[in-house]
């Protein structure tokens, strides 16, 4: 038992300093380029326009669909 928390304990203490590596490297990298992250205005802009675009051509068929649907039936 002893044998198996030793090992726990080291592989805590491994995966603890690797977190704590890895948070002061993003902290430097975050120093070294503050503006990294930020998202344009026109990437915005090109998103919103895509996502209505789609929910008008789903929304058109959705339409199409139901005002026909009692004629397609009797195909």
């Not at 995966?15 to 503050?34: C, D, K, L, M, V």
């Not at 802009?45 to 675009?53: E, H, L, M």
């Amino acid at each position: 038992m002893k044998y198996t928390a030793d090992r726990l304990h080291r592989a805590l203490a491994s995966a603890a300093r690797w977190i704590s590596t890895r948070i002061e490297e993003g902290r430097q990298e975050r120093e070294r380029r503050p503006d990294s992250g930020d998202i344009s205005i026109t990437t915005v802009i090109i998103w919103v326009a895509a996502v209505t675009g789609a929910v008008l051509i789903a929304g058109t068929i959705a339409i199409v669909i139901t005002k026909y649907n009692g004629k397609l039936s009797g195909l």
